[in-house]
């Protein structure tokens, strides 16, 4: 059964990606790449730099969590530069291949490990980032949903009816943060482990909660932030919109298992912007994966390969410097001469 889901998950994002390319293709239909140049030529260097500094903020943020869960881990020694280099490869690789494909667990497990980390605390560090951003995207989902419910009504008919129907919408809103503060008062109060099914949460001292209700809504904020600064200043539907948009998008193209959210993204964002011009959404959505996905994804390539051959270069250097086994020389035993016999019995006193 467990290697049915390994191949049926990859099979689902692949369908996901070819549905979505279908779709986005009828929504850009018409466009030509002369438009796309002029758009993302219209765009000011100035928006250009924001939706830049957006992007370090929100791989700062990501750098952040597995701090949090070094923190939480008890763990310390490992410099701030080998934390933030781990996870943004961890996370530059995950967003572009997809975790079905190429877990981001390997990569830290790869890594840790070399500080000294056990398997066993690698896969607590994994699963507290996880929790982490599962966290900030409830939060602000909730936070969202709860004071401006109609904003996803841009989206109907593209997501189930529970989410664009603004009273429901605003209960699911109300249910996210009261899942939020329960887990807040879990941590205040230190009780026990809840547990659904086989997923046992532990809830973290206050002072780790307090940094994972920070860090997790900063790096979804610095995302959403590339799209907005890209998108075109004259009918910019504003910020909170591209946040919730965003939000939406980048949730259902996790849930779609397409490697990089391929067309899922692309699909529901340009379809929630119908007062922008498509070519001008397209364009912001091209610089997002430029700085967010591809630039990153290329610069994770070269650290992988830059770590794995250093280890590569330590142990061939250990294998060198450790001296070959000589076994230990035994003394052989006395040879006797010619015709004669070994003294086996002692000699007897004379008289």
Known sequence: MKKLREFIWPIIG???????????????????FADLEASLAAIPAHRYALAALSTLVAYAALAWYDRIALIHL?????????????????????????????????????????????AAQVAVLVALCSFTFGLGTMLLGGIVLTLQPDLLSRLEGKLPALLTNPATA??????????????????????????????????????????????????????????????????????????????????????????????????????????????DVLAALLIFRLFYLLIPFAVAIVVVLLFERG??????????????????????PPVDGPGLKPDLEPVSKAG
């Open 14 to 32: 692949l369908a996901a990606v070819v549905v979505s390319v279908y779709l986005l293709w009828h929504q850009l239909e018409g466009l030509s």
């Open 74 to 118: 008890g763990v310390k020694g490992i410099s701030w530069l080998f934390v933030s280099v781990c996870s943004f490869t961890t996370y530059a690789l995950s967003h572009n291949i997809g975790a079905s494909v190429f877990s981001g667990a390997m990569v830290r497990y790869r890594a840790y490990t070399s500080k000294g980390l056990s």
């Open 170 to 279: 605003r209960i699911l809103g109300g249910a996210l943060l009261a899942f939020v503060a329960l887990y807040v008062i879990g941590s205040i109060l230190h009780l026990k482990p809840m547990t659904i099914r086989s997923f046992k949460l532990e809830y973290p001292r206050p002072q780790v909660m307090l940094r994972q209700l920070v860090a997790a809504p900063l790096e979804l904020l610095g995302a959403a932030g590339i799209i907005y600064f890209a998108l075109p200043e004259v009918g910019n539907p504003g910020f909170v919109v591209v946040l919730a948009v965003f939000l939406a998008s980048f949730s259902a193209a996790l849930v779609s298992h397409a490697p990089g959210g391929l067309g899922v993204f692309e699909v529901i964002f340009i379809t929630a912007m119908p007062d922008l011009p498509k070519v």
């Open 311 to 332: 280890r590569l270069a330590a142990a061939i250097r250990g294998r060198a410097e450790v001296p070959p086994t000589v076994p230990p020389v035994v003394p052989a």
